[in-house]
């Protein structure tokens, strides 16, 4: 019976107050998708790494640099030399495991060859990272030296089933065949650290940088399992390079390091971490903003909801007289008129629900994430917060209409309205719906701003596409660049060292006669990395083929990459020459700075300007540029970059693929387009920017839904009002007038409550951009402008109508 008057109520809500019943269902599902969306987004965000089971006690050992007159700087990636030694100066340190990063293999399959991912990492590497294991045994899985560890999607891919154990993977390059010992599950999308195919760490395993402390070649991982240990084992590895020195002296260690050291950083806070670090993972800051869009929206519908709620109150009053004479209790009346309410927003839930998922698409699109939609999560957030919403939209309602005098409601001409505190609510509650949109457009805008400059920073020639090709080895070196200058479209063939996001050489110079040492990152570039990257010369000249000089280090017989000679002339970065104290780049141009690891002192021929190679948040970096000759056999990370013009980056691929299959068929190839690369590392603020503006439109859409919803109840109410004043001469212009400020009014309250909220709001986001805008004042102007042309126009329409209708008929209701 009761479940019959609450269905029949909610029934005759949807058929016979139409216009309410779609205005209060499509802001509050608005909303609730919102809420959804960013829900799912910030339980995608903070699940990041959770596949690998027991890691509470394992921490990653960074290489934090700490180096006099430098600022400092820190790489997840580390130096070996103190790794053997960690279990032994630390009791606290129970298990240690290396991990040397980017050792693909490459594979041939049917008649192709292709480049996988993979790394090189200690026997132990599966005691730390307990994946999921499908076949093999994880304790001695990698205890020959022939054998590899391959995940799921491999063993598919080359033996076509998931039970590979046994079967042979030949690394094509150099001829090795290893024995798959071990297959494991794919990791989710939403983890940092993924390994590929594992192949054992030998005693032969590494370079330089089981010596030398700064080269960094891998990450490394160590357990403590007493909390309490980690400070005091933070505090040994303070001086550890001078402790365990390896090939250097301490007194190379203060002048070239200073105070670098390992710095501990626990595994389950990584994703985040690396994102102050530059080095990957995500601004923990987007996660907390999008969290703040979902919530602000959520509360937005809930004002409406509940303001036109109540603002409906008096319409039903003569129902309740009548049903109070029939007999009906007042708690019966309270228990059905929130059980309507609620029933009502739960039709709004699940109208969001569906909004949810249609727009999950074009979340995981922007933000390439990789985001499920949950139902076991989606469906009782859905419905609950929206019953949530009934409940306070009905408790008011249902105990200001169960509470009238029956009497007095049908003896009266004129329907109750609430009074003066009712009226005062509404107009609060259409305050806070304009002040959290409004706040959020203007947020909206001003990440709008920094996403279009942080993405102006990049060293991209749009609207061509830029392909990085790695030389797996040397040789052949002159019939590549003749079959990539032959690629159609190609306006630009080189090879460097450097791309975006990409550098990892760093040396001390100091300009010659001034004291003070920087740490510079060392590029090596042919001449046409500037027709490549669109570099322009501010100072002096650029690399030129005729002058042996620019070519010194690169063109002798055998020389190691970086071996630099006495005048080998250099090309600086705008940065470069700030950091090395000139004040203008015409200034350095024919002076000599001495790179003090080579005892080497260079001429400067040329200044460019500022190449950012790093992110928005990073610190640009000063670089030194290295001449080198095109087809010099040097592959040690020299690696062949190609412009294409006019084409898209999948038509960029195809063509320098099929140039390089032309000549290197038995290599893989493996590609990077500088578009991806840019796309991901400036995809934050462009894609936050996005999201949040939908967030913000979103919520601006809901308050004026609710905006008109009142002019609607509020016009109907005050007819007798209007239609009194227009008998007593008042014009059009007067009606205008008269409920321009009644609803304009609170739009304005709320922007001026909004600027100061959203100035402190983007003032601390955008500190943590190395490269920011500045905060003027035309987002917080034409935001409010926008909102007051939109409530206008929400109000005008039903003003206009109003001052249209003939006195009569409005008194005569």
């Not at 040994?236 to 390091?257: F, N, Q, S, V």
């Not at 949810?356 to 390439?368: D, I, K, P």
């Not at 596409?465 to 063939?493: C, D, H, R, W």
């Not at 570039?525 to 650029?542: D, N, T």
Request: hydrophobic letters at 45%; charged letters at 20%; a neutral charge.
């Amino acid at each position: 019976m009761v479940f019959t008057a609450i269905f029949e109520g909610v029934y005759r809500t949807l058929t016979h107050q139409k216009r309410y019943a779609a205005i209060n269902i499509v802001g509050l599902a608005l909303g609730v998708a919102v809420f959804v969306v960013m829900a799912l987004i910030v339980r995608y965000q903070l699940s990041y790494n959770q596949y690998y089971p027991e890691m509470s006690d394992v921490y990653r050992a960074d290489e934090a640099f700490r180096m006099m007159g430098n600022a400092p700087f820190e790489a997840k990636m580390t130096s070996f030399v103190g790794a053997p030694f960690l279990k032994q100066d630390f009791a606290g340190i129970s298990d240690v495991v290396r991990v040397w990063d980017g050792r693909d293999m490459t594979l041939r399959q049917g008649g192709d060859v292709q480049g996988e991912n993979g790394v090189i990492a200690d026997p132990n590497i599966f005691s730390f990272f307990k994946v999921p294991v499908i076949a093999g045994d994880r304790a001695r899985a990698l205890e020959r030296a022939d054998a590899v560890a391959i995940p799921a999607s491999i063993a598919r891919k080359y033996f076509g089933t998931e039970q590979a154990l046994g079967r042979v993977l030949t690394d094509e390059k150099t001829g090795t065949a290893y024995t798959v010992t071990l297959v494991y599950a794919d990791p989710p999308p939403n983890t940092d650290v993924k390994f590929g195919i594992i192949r054992a760490a030998t005693r032969s395993t590494g370079g330089d940088e089981m010596t030398q402390w700064g080269v960094m070649s891998g990450e490394l991982y160590v357990r403590i399992p007493d909390a309490q240990a980690v400070a005091e084992i933070q505090s040994g590895l303070d001086d550890y390079p001078l402790r365990h020195r390896g090939e250097l002296t301490a007194e190379m260690i203060r002048l070239y390091l200073g105070k670098t050291a390992p710095k501990l950083v626990p595994f389950e806070g990584l994703h985040f971490y690396d994102a102050t670090i530059g080095q990957g993972g995500e601004d923990q800051r987007l996660v907390y903003i999008l969290g703040f869009i979902g919530i602000a929206a959520l509360a937005i519908s809930y004002v409406n909801y509940i303001n036109l709620a109540t603002a409906r109150v008096g319409e039903r009053a003569r129902e309740v007289a009548m049903r109070k004479v029939l007999g009906v209790t007042r708690g019966a009346l309270i228990r059905q008129f929130i059980a309507e309410a609620v029933g009502l927003s739960l039709v709004a839930g699940f109208l969001g629900l569906a909004l949810a998922e249609v727009s999950l698409r074009f979340v995981n699109a922007q933000g390439g994430w990789q985001i499920a939609f949950d139902l076991w999560f989606v469906v009782p957030v859905a419905f609950g917060v929206a019953a949530l919403a009934g409940m306070l939209a009905g408790v008011y309602p249902a105990f200001v209409l169960s509470g009238y005098r029956a009497a007095s409601v049908l003896a009266s001409s004129k329907m109750p309205s609430g009074g003066r505190l009712a009226g005062r609510l509404r107009n609060g509650l259409v305050v806070a719906q304009f002040t959290f949109a409004t706040g959020l457009a203007i947020c909206a805008l001003i990440m709008g701003q920094q996403a279009a400059y942080v993405q102006s920073l990049a060293q991209k020639a749009n609207p061509d596409e830029i392909v990085v090709v790695y030389q797996p080895k040397t040789g052949g070196e002159a019939a590549l660049q003749q079959a990539f200058a032959s690629v159609p479209g190609a306006v630009a063939v080189g090879r460097s060292n450097l791309w975006p996001h990409h550098r990892n050489i760093n040396r001390t110079y100091e300009r010659k006669g001034v004291s003070g040492q920087k740490l510079l990152s060392v590029g090596y570039v042919s001449p046409e990395y500037q027709a490549i990257y669109g570099i322009k010369i501010l100072a002096g000249r650029w690399f030129d083929p005729a002058r042996a000089m620019d070519f010194v280090g690169a063109n002798k017989e055998d020389t190691e990459e970086g071996d630099a000679r006495m005048g080998e002339n250099v090309v600086i970065s705008a940065q470069a020459a700030r950091m090395l104290g000139f004040t203008r780049p015409e200034e350095a141009v024919g002076q000599v700075i001495h790179e003090n690891d080579e005892n080497a002192d260079l001429l400067v021929s040329g200044v460019t300007t500022d190449i950012r190679l790093s992110g928005p948040s990073q610190a640009l970096q000063g670089i030194i540029l290295f001449g080198l000759h095109t087809t010099h056999p040097q592959s040690d990370d020299m690696e062949w970059q190609v412009r294409v013009h006019g084409v898209t980056a999948v038509q960029a691929r195809e063509r320098v693929q099929d140039a390089w299959r032309h000549v290197r068929p038995n290599d893989a190839f493996n590609p990077v387009l500088v578009s991806d690369i840019q796309s991901k590392e400036y995809r934050e603020s462009d894609n936050l920017s996005r999201i949040f503006g939908v967030g913000a439109g979103v919520s601006i859409l809901i308050a004026c839904l609710g905006l008109f919803g009142l002019s609607v109840f509020t016009l109907a109410r005050r007819a007798h009002e209007i239609g009194i004043r227009k008998v007593l001469g008042a014009a059009q212009k007067d009606i205008f007038a008269l409920l321009g400020r009644e609803f304009l009014g609170p739009v304005i309250l709320a922007s001026a409550v909004a600027w100061p909220l959203s100035f402190v709001v983007m003032w601390r986001w955008l500190a943590g951009f190395n490269e920011r805008v500045g905060l003027g004042a035309m987002p917080f102007v034409l935001v409010t402008a926008l909102a007051l042309i939109i409530a206008g126009g929400t109000v005008l329409v039903q003003a206009k109508r109003a001052s249209r209708q003939p006195p009569a008929a409005a008194l005569h209701r």
